[in-house]
Antibody, heavy 118, light 112 residues
Protein backbone atom coordinates (compact mmCIF):
# COMPACT_ATOMS: atom_id res chain seq x y z
CA UNK A 1 0.00 0.00 0.00
CA UNK A 2 1.31 3.41 -0.98
CA UNK A 3 1.70 5.83 1.92
CA UNK A 4 3.02 9.37 1.93
CA UNK A 5 3.51 10.95 5.35
CA UNK A 6 4.24 14.66 5.55
CA UNK A 7 5.73 16.41 8.56
CA UNK A 8 7.35 19.70 9.50
CA UNK A 9 4.40 22.08 9.24
CA UNK A 10 3.57 24.63 11.89
CA UNK A 11 3.34 28.31 12.76
CA UNK A 12 6.15 30.56 11.55
CA UNK A 13 6.59 34.33 11.44
CA UNK A 14 6.76 36.23 8.16
CA UNK A 15 10.30 36.09 6.82
CA UNK A 16 10.99 32.83 8.62
CA UNK A 17 11.91 29.39 7.33
CA UNK A 18 10.48 25.91 7.54
CA UNK A 19 11.48 22.52 6.13
CA UNK A 20 8.80 20.04 5.15
CA UNK A 21 9.50 16.33 4.85
CA UNK A 22 7.60 13.51 3.18
CA UNK A 23 8.33 9.87 3.96
CA UNK A 24 7.30 7.44 1.24
CA UNK A 25 6.27 3.82 1.70
CA UNK A 26 4.99 0.99 -0.46
CA UNK A 27 6.28 1.93 -3.91
CA UNK A 28 9.48 2.47 -5.85
CA UNK A 29 10.28 6.00 -4.68
CA UNK A 30 13.44 6.29 -6.78
CA UNK A 31 11.41 5.70 -9.94
CA UNK A 32 8.71 8.27 -9.21
CA UNK A 33 8.41 11.96 -9.96
CA UNK A 34 7.37 13.88 -6.83
CA UNK A 35 5.58 17.15 -6.19
CA UNK A 36 4.43 19.53 -3.49
CA UNK A 37 0.93 20.84 -4.09
CA UNK A 38 -0.57 23.39 -1.73
CA UNK A 39 -4.06 24.53 -0.79
CA UNK A 40 -4.73 27.78 1.03
CA UNK A 41 -7.59 27.65 3.56
CA UNK A 42 -10.91 27.40 1.71
CA UNK A 43 -9.19 27.75 -1.67
CA UNK A 44 -8.24 25.56 -4.62
CA UNK A 45 -5.11 23.57 -5.43
CA UNK A 46 -1.81 25.12 -6.53
CA UNK A 47 1.22 23.27 -7.86
CA UNK A 48 4.22 24.54 -5.88
CA UNK A 49 7.22 22.43 -6.87
CA UNK A 50 8.14 19.27 -8.75
CA UNK A 51 11.24 17.09 -8.99
CA UNK A 52 12.21 14.34 -11.39
CA UNK A 53 12.87 10.80 -10.19
CA UNK A 54 16.66 11.16 -10.14
CA UNK A 55 16.56 14.74 -8.88
CA UNK A 56 18.01 16.11 -12.11
CA UNK A 57 15.10 18.43 -12.91
CA UNK A 58 13.26 20.78 -10.61
CA UNK A 59 10.32 23.04 -11.41
CA UNK A 60 8.64 25.78 -9.37
CA UNK A 61 5.60 28.02 -9.64
CA UNK A 62 6.70 31.64 -10.06
CA UNK A 63 5.40 32.70 -6.64
CA UNK A 64 7.89 30.44 -4.81
CA UNK A 65 10.92 30.62 -7.13
CA UNK A 66 14.03 31.76 -5.31
CA UNK A 67 12.44 31.10 -1.91
CA UNK A 68 11.54 27.39 -1.94
CA UNK A 69 13.83 24.45 -2.77
CA UNK A 70 12.58 20.95 -3.48
CA UNK A 71 14.93 18.02 -2.95
CA UNK A 72 14.86 14.28 -2.41
CA UNK A 73 16.94 11.49 -0.90
CA UNK A 74 16.20 8.29 -2.78
CA UNK A 75 18.26 6.26 -0.30
CA UNK A 76 15.89 7.39 2.47
CA UNK A 77 12.69 7.36 0.36
CA UNK A 78 12.14 10.97 1.36
CA UNK A 79 11.08 14.23 -0.26
CA UNK A 80 11.76 17.68 1.17
CA UNK A 81 10.69 21.29 0.71
CA UNK A 82 12.90 24.00 2.17
CA UNK A 83 10.82 27.16 2.49
CA UNK A 84 12.60 30.49 3.16
CA UNK A 85 11.40 34.10 3.32
CA UNK A 86 7.89 32.90 4.10
CA UNK A 87 4.95 35.20 3.48
CA UNK A 88 1.37 35.24 4.75
CA UNK A 89 0.22 34.06 1.31
CA UNK A 90 2.25 30.85 1.75
CA UNK A 91 -0.22 29.77 4.44
CA UNK A 92 -1.68 26.49 3.19
CA UNK A 93 -1.91 22.75 3.58
CA UNK A 94 1.06 21.29 1.72
CA UNK A 95 0.49 17.89 0.09
CA UNK A 96 3.22 15.49 -0.97
CA UNK A 97 2.26 13.83 -4.26
CA UNK A 98 3.86 10.91 -6.11
CA UNK A 99 3.61 10.20 -9.83
CA UNK A 100 4.61 6.66 -10.68
CA UNK A 101 4.61 4.57 -13.82
CA UNK A 102 5.31 7.59 -16.05
CA UNK A 103 2.30 9.33 -14.58
CA UNK A 104 -0.09 6.39 -14.71
CA UNK A 105 -0.37 6.38 -10.91
CA UNK A 106 -0.81 9.28 -8.53
CA UNK A 107 -0.95 9.25 -4.73
CA UNK A 108 -1.36 12.03 -2.16
CA UNK A 109 -0.39 12.37 1.45
CA UNK A 110 -2.69 13.70 4.16
CA UNK A 111 -1.04 17.12 4.08
CA UNK A 112 0.74 19.31 6.60
CA UNK A 113 -0.47 22.80 7.56
CA UNK A 114 1.89 25.75 7.31
CA UNK A 115 0.70 28.98 8.91
CA UNK A 116 2.68 32.17 8.34
CA UNK A 117 1.59 34.80 10.83
CA UNK A 118 2.99 37.17 13.42
CA UNK B 1 0.95 30.15 -17.50
CA UNK B 2 -1.85 27.93 -18.81
CA UNK B 3 -5.23 28.96 -17.41
CA UNK B 4 -7.88 26.29 -16.94
CA UNK B 5 -11.49 27.42 -16.78
CA UNK B 6 -14.11 25.09 -15.32
CA UNK B 7 -17.87 25.26 -15.65
CA UNK B 8 -20.08 25.19 -13.82
CA UNK B 9 -18.39 26.18 -10.56
CA UNK B 10 -21.37 24.84 -8.61
CA UNK B 11 -23.25 21.72 -9.64
CA UNK B 12 -26.37 20.60 -7.75
CA UNK B 13 -27.39 17.13 -8.93
CA UNK B 14 -30.19 14.73 -8.06
CA UNK B 15 -29.06 11.29 -6.92
CA UNK B 16 -28.99 8.86 -9.82
CA UNK B 17 -28.84 11.61 -12.43
CA UNK B 18 -25.87 12.32 -14.71
CA UNK B 19 -23.45 15.19 -14.23
CA UNK B 20 -20.96 16.87 -16.51
CA UNK B 21 -18.09 19.29 -15.84
CA UNK B 22 -16.28 21.23 -18.54
CA UNK B 23 -12.61 22.25 -18.46
CA UNK B 24 -11.23 24.67 -21.05
CA UNK B 25 -7.56 25.48 -21.47
CA UNK B 26 -5.96 28.72 -22.67
CA UNK B 27 -3.46 26.65 -24.69
CA UNK B 28 -3.59 23.29 -26.43
CA UNK B 29 -2.66 20.50 -24.03
CA UNK B 30 -1.30 18.22 -26.75
CA UNK B 31 2.31 17.54 -25.78
CA UNK B 32 5.12 17.14 -28.31
CA UNK B 33 5.34 13.48 -27.24
CA UNK B 34 1.81 12.90 -28.58
CA UNK B 35 0.11 12.63 -25.20
CA UNK B 36 -2.42 15.07 -23.72
CA UNK B 37 -1.79 15.54 -20.02
CA UNK B 38 -5.21 16.52 -18.74
CA UNK B 39 -6.25 14.98 -15.44
CA UNK B 40 -9.23 15.10 -13.10
CA UNK B 41 -9.15 15.04 -9.32
CA UNK B 42 -11.85 14.63 -6.70
CA UNK B 43 -11.59 16.15 -3.23
CA UNK B 44 -14.23 14.97 -0.79
CA UNK B 45 -14.94 17.16 2.25
CA UNK B 46 -12.09 16.98 4.74
CA UNK B 47 -9.99 14.65 2.58
CA UNK B 48 -6.90 14.87 0.40
CA UNK B 49 -7.45 15.04 -3.35
CA UNK B 50 -7.63 11.78 -5.27
CA UNK B 51 -7.00 11.40 -8.97
CA UNK B 52 -9.84 9.96 -11.06
CA UNK B 53 -8.69 10.33 -14.67
CA UNK B 54 -5.30 10.77 -16.35
CA UNK B 55 -4.37 11.58 -19.96
CA UNK B 56 -7.93 12.74 -20.72
CA UNK B 57 -9.77 9.43 -20.50
CA UNK B 58 -7.86 6.80 -18.47
CA UNK B 59 -9.48 5.87 -15.15
CA UNK B 60 -7.20 5.40 -12.15
CA UNK B 61 -7.24 2.08 -10.33
CA UNK B 62 -10.31 1.70 -8.12
CA UNK B 63 -12.28 4.52 -9.75
CA UNK B 64 -15.88 3.47 -10.53
CA UNK B 65 -16.71 3.17 -14.20
CA UNK B 66 -19.49 5.74 -13.83
CA UNK B 67 -16.67 8.32 -14.15
CA UNK B 68 -15.41 9.03 -17.67
CA UNK B 69 -13.28 11.68 -19.31
CA UNK B 70 -13.17 12.95 -22.86
CA UNK B 71 -11.90 15.77 -25.01
CA UNK B 72 -8.90 17.01 -26.93
CA UNK B 73 -6.82 20.11 -27.56
CA UNK B 74 -8.35 22.77 -25.33
CA UNK B 75 -11.77 21.33 -24.44
CA UNK B 76 -12.33 18.54 -21.95
CA UNK B 77 -15.21 17.00 -20.02
CA UNK B 78 -15.65 14.86 -16.93
CA UNK B 79 -18.88 12.92 -16.88
CA UNK B 80 -20.55 11.01 -14.07
CA UNK B 81 -23.22 8.69 -15.48
CA UNK B 82 -25.25 8.36 -12.26
CA UNK B 83 -24.35 10.50 -9.27
CA UNK B 84 -24.11 8.79 -5.91
CA UNK B 85 -23.96 10.34 -2.44
CA UNK B 86 -20.23 9.59 -2.14
CA UNK B 87 -19.52 11.79 -5.18
CA UNK B 88 -20.11 14.99 -3.18
CA UNK B 89 -17.01 17.17 -3.20
CA UNK B 90 -14.93 19.46 -5.38
CA UNK B 91 -13.63 18.37 -8.76
CA UNK B 92 -10.49 19.87 -10.30
CA UNK B 93 -9.00 19.53 -13.74
CA UNK B 94 -5.22 19.81 -14.00
CA UNK B 95 -2.84 20.14 -16.94
CA UNK B 96 0.58 18.51 -16.91
CA UNK B 97 1.65 19.45 -20.43
CA UNK B 98 3.14 22.88 -19.77
CA UNK B 99 5.25 24.12 -16.84
CA UNK B 100 4.13 25.14 -14.34
CA UNK B 101 1.40 22.56 -14.10
CA UNK B 102 -1.87 24.25 -13.23
CA UNK B 103 -5.26 23.39 -11.78
CA UNK B 104 -8.69 24.67 -12.62
CA UNK B 105 -10.64 26.59 -9.94
CA UNK B 106 -12.75 23.58 -8.98
CA UNK B 107 -16.39 22.58 -9.37
CA UNK B 108 -18.38 21.91 -6.22
CA UNK B 109 -20.81 19.02 -6.67
CA UNK B 110 -23.65 18.77 -4.20
CA UNK B 111 -26.80 16.69 -3.96
CA UNK B 112 -30.10 18.51 -4.53
Amino acid sequence: EVRLVESGGGLVQPGGSLRLSCAAFGFTFSGSWMSWVRQAPGKGLEWAAHIKADGSGKYYVDSVKGRFTISRDNAKNSLYLQMNSLRAEDTAVYYCVSWGGAGTTSDWGQGTLVTVSS
Amino acid sequence: DVVLTQSPLSLPVTLGQPASISCRSSYSLLHSDGNTYLEWFQQRPGQSPRRLIYRVSNRDSGVPDRFSGSGSGTDFTLQISRVEAEDVGVYYCMQGTHWPHTFGPGTKLEIK
